[in-house]
């Protein structure tokens, strides 16, 4: 699969980011969870480079 279509299973993000997946369905209630994609069977996607937006939207400088 290319990089550019990568989707991550709400598993792999929470481990990715060493959270639980109440964490992360908290940050979803407040607005603060990368975007997803949710599908016909309620499972939950991230796209790799939406991921990768998010992250980078977070960096602090010193």
């Known amino acids: 699969m290319a990089a550019a279509r990568q989707l991550l ?3 792999t993000l929470c481990e990715e980011l ?3 997946k ?3 369905y908290d940050w979803c209630a ?3 969870a990368p975007r997803c994609i949710k599908l016909p069977n309620g499972e939950i996607r991230i796209r790799r480079t939406d991921l990768d937006a ?3 939207s977070r960096e602090v400088t010193a």
């Open 9 to 11: 299973t709400l598993k």
């Open 18 to 20: 060493q959270i639980a």
């Open 22 to 24: 109440s964490t992360f």
């Open 30 to 32: 407040k607005n603060r």
């Open 54 to 56: 998010w992250l980078e």
